[in-house]
């Protein structure tokens, strides 16, 4: 595992230093060990940031490396809810063991294009969650109109452009599903795209040309991919479900009703 040197030393008094099943402050220091006898420790470990999408159900992930550099670790004990500080702050120094690969100084620019890569895929991620969670709604909406009386022509016609163009902007986010189940050649999705990016988060390498291509590709084509997602959803479909509720349609989710007059 890629990881730093990180120096502590165990407190003099014993009834000051926690056991270890009290280390819950500590969750992103892979690897380290926390003994009961008194003297200094040295170990190896990998200094982590927080993973784009983090679960609270699971174990910490794996972000990119931090940059070099001095930081402070405290450490805590929570039980019932109720959190301790365990001790005083100490602060320790991060030292890059890949020296012979980067510089130290190139790291920070690294770091950032971590970063930036990471934020992307938060929002393309969130953008094909709204984008599936709106195709799902034109599926309600679909049934509700059969239910008011009256056909509306009109109204299904701007449902059907709004299915159209939803589908395309998942295309465009996930890839085409037909193309891929057949196993036959398209080009990388939006997502695709972010993740040859990402990829690379916990590596002590300087991204490759590729990555760095995959993550410009894919910061040109998010800004009109989102503004267009916005309109079609806060405009074309708000539209369309107050026209749903002035005549009366069956609630649909995501809709507000109206009290019957």
């Known amino acids: ?5 990180l120096s502590y030393a165990i407190p003099a008094c014993p009834h000051e230093f926690p056991t270890k099943k009290q280390y819950l402050g500590l969750p992103t220091l892979l690897g380290a060990t926390y003994p009961s006898y008194e003297r200094p420790h040295r170990t190896s470990v990998a200094i982590l940031l927080q993973q784009p999408e983090p679960d609270v159900f699971t174990p910490p992930p794996g972000g990119p490396l931090v940059a070099p550099g001095k930081y402070t670790v405290r450490i805590a004990k929570r039980i019932d809810g ?3 500080t365990l001790g005083a702050a100490q602060t320790f120094n991060v030292v890059p063991l890949y020296l012979s690969i980067m510089q130290e100084s190139d790291r920070a620019a690294v770091l950032d294009f971590q970063k930036k890569a990471a934020a992307l895929q938060r929002s393309l991620m969130g953008a094909a969650k709204v984008t599936q969670e709106a195709l ?3 599926q309600y909406i679909r ?8 056909p509306d022509p009109k109204l299904v016609a701007q449902v059907n452009g709004i299915d159209t163009a939803l589908r395309d902007i998942n295309d465009q986010l996930n890839g085409d599903p037909i193309l891929r189940r057949a196993n036959e050649p398209s080009s990388p999705s939006l997502l695709d795209r972010v993740n040859t990016a990402v990829n690379g988060l916990t590596t002590t390498a300087p991204p490759t040309a590729t990555h760095r291509e995959s993550l410009a590709i894919a910061q040109q084509q998010t800004g009109p991919l989102i503004d267009r997602l916005h309109k079609l959803i ?9 026209q ?3 005549r009366g349609a069956p609630w649909t989710p995501g809709r507000v ?5």
Do not use: Y
């Open 82 to 84: 109720v959190e301790t």
């Open 136 to 138: 799902t709604r034109i």
């Open 1 to 5: 595992m890629d990881g730093v040197d």
């Open 234 to 242: 806060d405009v074309d479909l708000a539209n369309v479900e107050k």
């Open 257 to 261: 009703p109206e009290v019957p007059r």
């Open 244 to 246: 749903m509720n002035d």
């Open 143 to 150: 049934r509700a109109l059969d239910e008011i009386a009256g």
